[in-house]
């Protein structure tokens, strides 16, 4: 049981490339979600989604684009990278009705 | 707009200490209060509170809820070097299956040999 997989750890980016982070849960959670860390700031909400087909909007969505085909895999897109997108990136899920969301152990995006 | 403030920000204790955390929160339609513990890597889930007074203990570890003025507390005692980390406080609002959780700041410890 692997839990919330994130990939890949760490990447450097220039300004205006694009990139996807990847994320898959095995544990059949309906629940997902992506998160950015900044210093002082604690974890803010990017995107969420609570089934297969259904995404909204965070916090903090602009730049980042996301979809859910499958329970299992929610992909977050950066298609147009800015400095300000630094960051450490965090992926959660949690069955439906839990409160409790498990973590992925994050990936950290740095944007020259 | 939905806010959690954590405070202090950063602690620096000594080994045997013991310490408090705070955690005050304005959310809409609240429904749990978590908190975590993150060493470097992913947040690891320490408690959920759900009802005012009830505490919830996990060894050294205590956390209590009051929902009348809107704070929680988390209790570490005779602190140990592997408590150093970020204790994060969490606010769980809307429904169990579409709501979100909406984090604060975070509190940075140190415990110090």
């Known amino acids: 049981n692997a839990g919330v997989t994130q990939t890949p750890k760490f990447q450097v980016l220039k300004t205006g490339q694009s990139m996807t982070l990847q994320c898959a849960q095995d544990?059949?959670?309906?629940?997902m979600s992506w998160y950015r860390q900044d210093p002082g700031m604690g974890l803010r909400l990017i995107h969420y989604?609570?089934?297969?087909?259904?995404?909204d909007q965070g916090e903090v969505p602009n730049g980042y684009n996301v979809s859910r085909s499958t329970t299992e895999d929610f992909p977050l897109r950066l298609l147009s990278a800015a400095p300000s997108q630094t960051s450490v990136y965090f992926c959660?899920?949690?069955?439906?009705?839990?409160?409790?969301?498990?973590f992925g152990a994050g990936s950290r995006l740095t944007v020259l | 707009e939905d806010k959690v403030v954590q405070s202090p920000l950063s602690l620096v204790v000594h080994e045997g200490d013991t310490v408090t955390l705070n955690c005050s929160y304005e959310?809409?339609?609240?429904?749990?209060l978590l908190w975590y513990k993150q060493e470097k890597k992913a947040p690891t889930f320490l408690f959920m509170l759900?009802?005012?007074?009830i505490e919830k203990k996990s060894g050294r570890l205590s956390s209590i809820l009051d929902k009348k003025e809107l704070f929680s507390i988390l209790n570490i005692t005779a602190t140990q070097t592997g408590d150093s980390a970020v204790y994060l406080c969490?606010?769980?609002?809307?429904?169990?299956?579409?709501?979100?959780?909406?984090f604060g700041q975070g509190t940075t410890l140190q415990v110090k040999p």
């Open positions: 959660a899920s949690r069955p439906s009705g839990a409160n409790v969301l498990t």
């Open positions: 544990m059949n959670h309906e629940y």
């Open positions: 989604s609570v089934g297969a087909g259904i995404t």
């Open positions: 959310v809409t339609n609240f429904r749990s």
């Open positions: 759900t009802s005012s007074g």
């Open positions: 969490a606010v769980g609002r809307g429904s169990s299956n579409t709501g979100k959780l909406i």
